[in-house]
């Protein structure tokens, strides 16, 4: 089991959601919770219900804020040292249309909470995590749509796209460096949440939709067995992923796959 005890995480988007799961999760744990989230009055609410109350740290922040970011680090730093998970969870969906239709403020706003946001959040936290070289973890969420398509949702599925990448780099150049710091990416489909979109014609079954704590138990498992790709539903999305290969290698057209969504866990 991961070490837990006494130990402090840092999870955006922590006031509702997989966040919020975290976030109770966490606690129940015996981690000191530093939760940020955009909604003051969301905040102080799971802080309420919280189990241990006084064990969770509310923090209002613009993550897509580079400034608001780098000063709440320092606010971090200042009153706990350092941290020892970073969950970049923060995310937004977008309005439904093709590329050309949707307004440039709307792809703006998209990749300035789903990208930047954890461009920011890792820029400002990493140089303190790499202190000391223990072990560390940092977890971005991601989504299952950034290893395929689906229509009307450009740019949401670009935004986690660019964040499946930016993981993927982080990964390697921790590791280069050889760095204690644990990578991994939390790929969630399906999931009840306040942002889950119920796709147009094959919609999944209900046995297929998780709830958030069931995220966050794949999560730890998948943290534990020191997976970097961590899937609510890997059966499902493995065929996205062979689809998608397969039309690259081949040099064929890229395949639709808003069909092929993930019927089994």
Known sequence: MIDTKNKIACITGAASGIGQAMVHRFLSQGMQVIGVDINKDALQAT?????????????????????????????????????????????????????WDISSENWQKVFNVNFWGIANMIRAFVPMMLNENKKRYIINTCSGVAFGTQWGQSPYVSSKSAVLSLSELLFHELKKDESAI????????????????????????????????????????????????IFTHPKGLAKRVQVKMESMINMTDPIFSEHLYYKEK
Request: charged share 30%; hydrophobic share 40%; net charge negative.
């Open 47 to 99: 802080k309420k219900t919280s189990e241990h109350p006084d064990n969770f740290h509310p923090f209002e922040v613009d993550i897509a804020d580079e400034d608001a970011v780098n000063q709440f680090a320092d606010e971090v730093r200042a009153s706990f040292g350092n941290i020892d998970m970073l969950c970049n969870n923060a995310g937004i969906g977008a309005h439904k249309g093709r590329i």
């Open 182 to 229: 644990q990578v991994s990416v939390l790929v969630p489909t399906f999931v009840q949440t306040r942002d889950y979109l119920t796709v147009k014609g094959d919609a999944p079954k209900k046995d297929d939709v998780l709830q958030a704590d069931d995220v966050v138990d794949i999560m730890l498992e998948g943290i534990e067995n020191q997976q970097f790709y």
